[in-house]
């Protein structure tokens, strides 16, 4: 026979589940509409807008379709950020393993995620650091691989990220670093901008440091060893 406390954790539990697959729904259902919506804002943006690390003199964001985005911006995001893009399934196990391995050999830990990650972290996550947070956004980074194409997600990647203090996206830090539409980046312009997302509200392009021009020159070299062939895989 059951007892009064066994039915209430019976209800509890039922109520649990319908809460669950009702956030599932949800979530799914904003991926799918995001596929063919863009965002006029984010859970990124908005968590700076309430609480900045530093003072935003101006918001700029203008969006802009991948077509009007430099190949040479595409191209450098992915030599800098995740050069395994085009053949991952939103997760680069091998550049995990290799974060790991050099944290055990006595290396500073690393970052090793991916641009679907990133993507994910921008349009859903909030700036903190946590087991919850990186659950949730792994989930979510699996939605946008089984919904989205990779051009869609590089798109939104570029639209989105962090180019500086209220600097979001491509055609916006195209405009405030080299008075220039994100379609006329030159190679170089290019690296500099991917040079700067490890930390954009830290690195500074204008004049680049020793530090940013070093590695905007390996993001070059990078970009010429994975050549055209790597954005003709997201075709």
């Known amino acids: 026979m059951a007892t009064a406390g066994s039915g209430w954790w019976r209800g509890l ?13 949800l979530s799914l259902t904003a991926v799918l509409l995001l596929r063919f919506v863009d ?44 050069q395994r893009f085009p053949e991952h399934f939103g997760f680069d196990f091998k550049q995990i393993s290799d974060a790991i391995a050099d944290a055990r050999k006595g290396d500073s830990l690393r970052g090793a995620s991916t641009i679907s990650q990133q993507t994910a972290k921008n349009l859903f996550m909030w700036p903190s650091r946590s087991f919850v947070r990186k659950g949730l956004e792994a989930w979510f980074t699996l939605l946008l691989e089984l919904c989205w194409d990779k051009q869609r997600i590089l798109e939104v990647y570029l639209n989105v990220v962090e180019f500086g203090p209220g600097i979001y996206g491509a055609d916006a830090a195209a405009h405030h670093y080299f008075h220039k539409p994100a379609a006329r980046l030159s190679r170089y312009e290019a690296a500099l901008l991917a040079a700067i997302l490890p930390n954009p509200w830290h690195y500074r392009i204008t004049p680049p440091s020793a530090y940013m021009a070093e590695r905007a020159d390996w993001i070059s070299t990078q970009m010429q060893q994975l050549g055209p062939v790597t954005l003709q895989k997201l075709d």
């Open 13 to 25: 539990w039922r109520w649990f589940w319908r809460l669950l697959c009702l956030w599932l729904l």
């Open 39 to 82: 965002p006029p804002y984010w859970s990124w943006r908005l968590a700076r807008a309430i609480d900045p690390p530093a003072k935003i003199t101006q918001v700029r964001q203008q969006w802009q379709p991948l077509s009007a985005i430099s190949r040479n911006l595409q191209l450098a995001v992915i030599a800098s950020e995740d």
